[in-house]
């Protein structure tokens, strides 16, 4: 979907862009949110005119009769119901994304999730907010916490608005995806955030994260193979992210915004001098790629986050706040050659083993982590192909695997 000139998105058609919820009052709210104050008249007109619709709506709705109900409906509920866009989250007002219908299937039962909207890389831009909406009412009854991992395509503003407008309990995690060959990468996402922060304040942020996987990428791309995070050339690369970390502070402390600062790296990549100059650190933890049985992943995850970024962010001056950024395990390959890491096969049964034995005990013994992830990413599968397209709880239609949600709720 291509962007306008105003960072927004050409086509905003959907259920929550009529009436009230019409595409130029998003954009305009991305320019101010004052200029709110000047309409209060013809504001209140609008409303008028929507509860009349509205009242119409559900008095037709009420009256229809439904022959058969479908064995697969979330729940049931006495007030007529309408599915959003995609067909997947009923909602009992089609112009309210907050009277979303609960799906009995799905448990509050994760510390927090890794999140990326679909259509978020450039340059495509194909993320809309109605999709959004749908993924944040799903989202809701799974954590309270995401993660993103950059900011192109303006998702830190249509994931703030989709909180806002389905009324949740939501924190999010904004973060810029800044890459050691594209200066630009940085600035432009920093700016996208610092909008994102001016429209919507910070009640639903609880951090902004510089970099992803930063320091693996520069070994990737500098070193000979045999260089660590914390050598000549791991420190070439600190210095690099550690510029754009201290000018994501000082952008946020002029703004008079008071928001910690962390970055995101592979679990036994992070380096001190980077670590130092952090309020938190983010560590992907994958058993999958360690080629660690099923049957051990959850253990094997747990002592891995404790010696290799616990232990080691302790030891600094400022003891960074260590989190698990990605966890999970994939259920499905593009080709037979990595079905299997070895000792174990991608797939549900073994997602469900993975969940059986790590969500409702790394919420017991306080490991703060984010389940890799919400859905399927498509665009992954195409680039990378073998299980990188497979990670999700939901397939990428937004239908729940054939899993079951632990039952350990968390706050």
């Avoid at 407008?165 to 939501?170: D, E, S």
Wanted: aromatic share 10%; hydrophobic share 35%; proline share 5%.
């Amino acid at each position: 979907m291509p962007a306008d000139s105003n960072g927004g998105y050409a086509n905003m058609e959907s259920p929550y862009n009529n009436s009230a919820y019409s595409q130029s009052q998003w954009l305009e709210k991305q320019e101010s949110r004052s200029k709110r104050s000047k309409c209060i008249v013809v504001t209140s007109l609008i409303a008028l005119v929507v509860l009349i619709a509205a009242g119409v709506t559900v008095g037709v709705l009420l009256s229809r009769k439904h022959s058969s109900s479908s064995s697969s409906s979330p729940s049931s509920s006495s007030a007529a119901t309408t599915v959003g866009p995609s067909g997947v989250v009923n909602q009992t007002d089609p112009n309210d994304p907050s009277t979303f219908v609960p799906d009995s299937r799905l448990k509050h039962s994760f510390y927090g999730l890794a999140y990326t909207p679909a259509g978020s890389q450039l340059p495509e831009c194909g993320n809309s907010l109605d999709q959004v909406i749908e993924d944040i009412q799903l989202i809701s009854q799974l954590t309270s916490r995401i993660r993103l991992y950059g900011a192109d395509c303006n998702q830190s503003a249509l994931v703030l608005e989709a909180i806002e407008r389905t009324k949740v309990n939501m924190s999010v995690w904004l973060a810029v995806y800044n890459v050691p060959t594209n200066a630009t990468a940085y600035s432009e996402q920093r700016d996208k955030i610092v909008d994102a922060i001016k429209t919507y304040g910070t009640d639903h942020i609880a951090g902004v994260t510089v970099g992803n996987e930063f320091i693996l990428d520069y070994l990737s791309a500098y070193g000979d193979g045999t260089d660590t995070p914390n050598g000549p050339i791991g420190n070439q690369g600190a210095a690099l992210l550690n510029s754009n970390i201290t000018d994501m502070k000082n952008t946020l402390a002029n703004m008079g915004v008071s928001l910690q600062v962390g970055t995101s790296d592979a679990g036994s990549y992070f380096n001190n001098e980077v670590l130092e100059n952090v309020d938190y650190g983010m560590a992907n933890v994958h058993p999958w790629f360690a080629n660690v049985s099923i049957d051990q992943a959850a253990d094997w995850t747990y002592n891995f986050f404790q010696t290799q970024d616990v232990a080691v962010a302790n030891a600094l001056p400022n003891a960074p706040k260590m989190y698990i950024a990605e966890t999970g395990w994939p259920t499905n390959s593009s080709d037979a050659g990595n079905e299997s890491n070895g000792p174990s096969t991608a797939s549900e049964p073994n997602l469900q083993t993975f969940l059986d034995t790590f969500v409702c005990q790394a919420n017991q013994n306080g490991t703060d982590y984010f389940f890799f992830e919400f859905f399927d990413e498509t665009w992954k599968l195409i680039q990378f192909g073998g299980v990188e397209g497979y990670w999700g709880l939901f397939y990428a239609n937004k239908t729940l695997k054939d899993i079951t949600i632990p039952n350990c709720e968390i706050d």
